[in-house]
């Protein structure tokens, strides 16, 4: 469990890398307007800014898992921020013990550092208490000579019928502070609205921001 959900983070922040390439700069002079994305399924909806881009995120090895998606902003040069999140049936009854497992999964990870421990009093996943913790790593994709260091913040819930929500927020070390009150109203705008094990997502729909505009620094690291 715990090696599935560290192959799909670095399968994610593949992606990104792969954007920061390929994608054109938003100019941080528009104006950002907050969209709502809806699962096709109708199990979710959460919130984002209208200059990040929602990722369907494929796991070919487990495709039972209830949510796969994520929502990536590409900054100048190498910067960059992304949101996972996962779903599934969990083995575990205790939240914490599911962030030490994934944390555990990535100690051999290249500057891995434990940079806050496991707290529970902070946030909520979908009205539910959740615990979080926050990790710094650095990259190394084969065949990529992108190797950027990075801080991962993982939040965590376990509801009533054993499903674990995982969201995880990473951005490259130096834009990780700016973009973290972003990743905050993400997360808590996070809110299950069905039960459908169909895990195909649309792309984000227009709305009026219920949240006030955010222009995000775009500075390089």
């Known amino acids: 469990m715990q090696l599935r959900t560290l192959g799909l983070i670095l399968s994610a922040l593949l992606t990104t890398l792969i954007l920061i390439v390929n994608v054109t700069l938003i100019n941080a002079s528009e104006n950002i307007k907050w969209k709502t994305f809806e699962a096709k399924d109708g199990l979710f909806t959460i919130k984002y800014p209208s200059n990040w881009s929602p990722l369907k995120l494929d796991d070919e090895d487990d495709s039972t898992s209830l949510i796969n998606t994520g929502f990536t902003y590409q900054g100048k040069g190498k910067s960059f921020a992304l949101i996972n999140l996962y779903g599934d049936e969990s083995i575990f009854t205790n939240i914490t013990d599911k962030i030490d497992s994934t944390s555990a999964a990535k100690q051999n990870l290249q500057n891995h550092k434990l940079i806050q421990s496991i707290e529970c009093s902070k946030y909520t996943v979908n009205g539910l208490g959740a615990c979080s913790q926050i990790e710094s790593f ?53 809110t299950i609205t069905g039960t459908s094990r169909d895990n195909d997502s649309t792309t984000g729909t227009d709305e009026s921001p219920e949240l006030p505009p955010l222009s995000p620094s775009t500075n390089g690291p």
Do not use: M
Not at 143 to 168: A, H, R
Not at 171 to 184: G, M, V, Y
């Open 138 to 190: 650095k990259l190394d994709i084969e065949g990529y000579s992108i190797k950027p260091l990075v801080n991962q913040l993982t939040v965590g819930t376990i509801d009533e019928d054993g499903i674990e929500y995982l969201i995880l927020y990473t951005a490259t070390h130096k834009q990780f502070d700016d973009f973290l009150p972003i990743a905050e109203e993400i997360i808590k705008s996070f």
